[in-house]
């Protein structure tokens, strides 16, 4: 499958409006393209339901840019459906996540962890079906809305009148503004879960938005910047799976502990030591992101970067 994430046709001077049609109907559409496969096909590739819930953020962030120009009960509609297939979609991913990290470690762990990772296995599966009933009672629920949202929200751009800001106007408001916000979150105590996770929220904000906006600046915005942020997410997103993964793993601890102490015995090695590698990767990703924005403002990264996007 060609690589989706660039879209081609938008110029840094076609009208916001012009480059809001084309985003949009692009970014809604794959939402409803993606979604049969994800739904009805995840047991034979997982990567379905993935490819769906990136979708989903791609969507939503194109929401977010083009915001003005959409009458706010069809944004606000379309939003919410966007919302409800993306966290279903989420809840999915996340077990596909544990379960292959599962998978990983069983390999090469120790005799005595075994048990515990069995056990853990057999509970991420359940967990896995009750999260593809959710999506698939999300798409029975909401695939009919959303269709009914794409149309909305092109017949709301076809009226719209093509005068006024440019693609590469926006380019420099909205990139300034989330160029901003995450220096300041970067700046914060990131000891803190919460703004580590602030962080890798703007940071993804920033990438889908440099997605559509590339054709408003030199090459370099692309092959240079692009996969410094993509570079920062990855970082950013091991954290978040190790705290998704220890938020599963103490709250099942907890519950075996308390309902069947007897069995909790035969299971420890392996629980323990699977959260202490999470317990350990989390304080080193947060390490090896410092590590990366030091590198990022020491080589003048972050001040290009905005020079570039103030020049337009």
């Not at 009960?73 to 544990?98: I, M, N, Q």
Request: aromatic share 8%; with cysteine; charged share 30%.
């Amino acid at each position: 499958m060609a690589d989706e994430k660039w879209i081609t046709g938008l110029r840094g001077d076609m009208s916001v409006a012009a480059a809001a049609k084309r985003v949009l109907e692009l970014r809604l559409s794959a939402v409803r393209d993606k979604l049969p496969a994800a739904v009805y096909h995840a047991d034979t590739d997982v990567e379905h339901v993935h490819h769906l819930r990136v979708s989903t953020r791609r969507a939503a962030a194109a929401l977010r840019i083009f915001v003005d120009c959409l009458p706010a009960r069809v944004h606000e509609k379309t939003r919410k459906t966007l919302r409800s297939l993306r966290r279903s979609a989420g809840a999915a991913r996340d077990w596909d996540v544990f379960l292959d990290m599962l998978q990983a470690r069983f390999v090469r762990c120790p005799a005595k962890e075994r048990i515990g990772l069995v056990f853990l296995f057999g509970y991420a599966r359940c967990q896995r079906e009750i999260a593809q009933d959710w999506l698939r009672q999300a798409y029975d629920a909401k695939a009919e809305d959303f269709a009914g949202c794409i149309e909305d929200v092109s017949a709301a751009l076809e009226r719209k009148n093509h005068a006024g800001p440019t693609l590469r106007d926006l380019a420099g408001t909205k990139l300034t503004q989330l160029l901003s916000e995450l220096e300041t979150a970067a700046r914060a105590d990131l000891q803190s879960y919460e703004a580590l996770h602030q962080v890798r929220i703007l940071g993804k904000q920033l990438r889908y938005a440099m997605e559509i906006f590339e054709s408003c600046f030199a090459s370099e915005f692309r092959q240079r910047y692009y996969p410094e942020v993509v570079e920062m997410q990855d970082i950013l997103g091991l954290a978040n799976d190790s705290f998704t993964a220890m938020q599963h793993l103490n709250h099942l601890r907890t519950r075996l502990i308390n309902a069947q102490p007897k069995e909790w015995p035969r299971l420890r090695d392996g629980f323990e030591k699977l959260m202490q590698f999470h317990e350990q990767r989390l304080p080193h990703q947060r390490r090896k992101f410092e590590k990366w924005w030091r590198r990022w403002l020491k080589s003048g990264g972050e001040m290009a970067f905005g020079e570039l996007i103030h020049a337009v």
